[in-house]
């Protein structure tokens, strides 16, 4: 990759920082065990030529030359290496660069969805809430997830209770308090496995709690005390 076709993709601070990261690797290896060989034979010349009486005339431009040769040397191979480890770090952060920005459209995409769900299920909430101001039971106040297996996987494994949901509509409140915790019983209703009912639900909710039975039945006698009857899924499992 040449420079024009990495200014091309590439932003001016990176460029910097991957000409910054090869001149310090260039700088490091440029003096290898070549040069530092070639060094140490001119001194070797230049003590010889000493213990065997040479005039300073003929000495002295001998030892010039041999360390001019020397710098040279390592100061060519520092070019060649300048240019062969700007490519190689100009890449990686590239890579890195590429794989950051994914991370923060993923981020992004993540609060929008969170967003737009608060938004939509809120006058529902307000509803709830307003009905269950004269000392009842408040419903589980906490995030909506999107009941999928992606964000099942990340729901949380302690003792607890949840709410599923099919639109705007409680349609199960459960309790966990057994292995895996609230996300195995989530992971068991996706499945199937608590019949198919809860399969149908398109969003899900959940709040720690020491006692988990006894907050599961509050909650299914605030919605009976609200609604008159038990969330769908509740009233097929009595």
């Known amino acids: 990759m040449d420079d024009a076709e990495a200014s091309g993709h590439t932003g001016p601070e990176v460029m910097l920082a991957a000409a910054q990261r090869a001149r310090d690797r260039a700088n490091a290896a440029r003096w290898d065990l070549n040069v530092a060989t070639a060094l140490f034979a001119v001194l070797i010349v230049v003590i010889i030529l000493v213990s065997q009486d040479a005039r ?40 890195e660069s590429s794989s950051r920005t994914g991370e923060t459209a993923e981020e992004a995409i993540e609060a929008r969805v969170q967003k737009a ?27 909506w997830h999107v009941f999928t297996d992606e964000e099942i996987e990340k729901a949380p494994e302690f003792f607890g209770v949840y709410g599923l949901y099919e639109g705007t509509e409680t349609i199960y409140y459960g309790k966990a308090e057994g ?14 496995r608590e019949g ?42 009595r």
């Open 117 to 143: 769900l608060r938004e939509r299920m809120q006058p529902e909430f307000n509803t709830i809430r307003a009905r269950s101001e004269e000392g009842s039971v408040m419903p589980i106040d906490s995030t």
């Open 179 to 192: 292995p895996g915790g609230i996300k195995g019983r989530l992971e068991s209703h996706k499945a199937g």
């Open 56 to 95: 300073l005339e003929i000495v002295g431009p001998i030892a010039v030359v041999g360390l001019a040769a020397a710098w040279l040397t390592g100061w060519r191979k520092g070019r060649r290496l300048y240019r062969r480890f700007y490519d190689e770090e100009l890449s990686g952060l590239q890579r």
């Open 196 to 237: 198919r009912g809860t399969m149908a639900a398109t969003y899900f909710n959940c709040e720690r709690c020491p006692r988990p039975a006894i907050r599961e039945r509050e909650l299914l006698d605030e919605h009976m005390r609200q609604f008159g009857r038990l969330p769908r899924c509740n009233e097929v499992r």
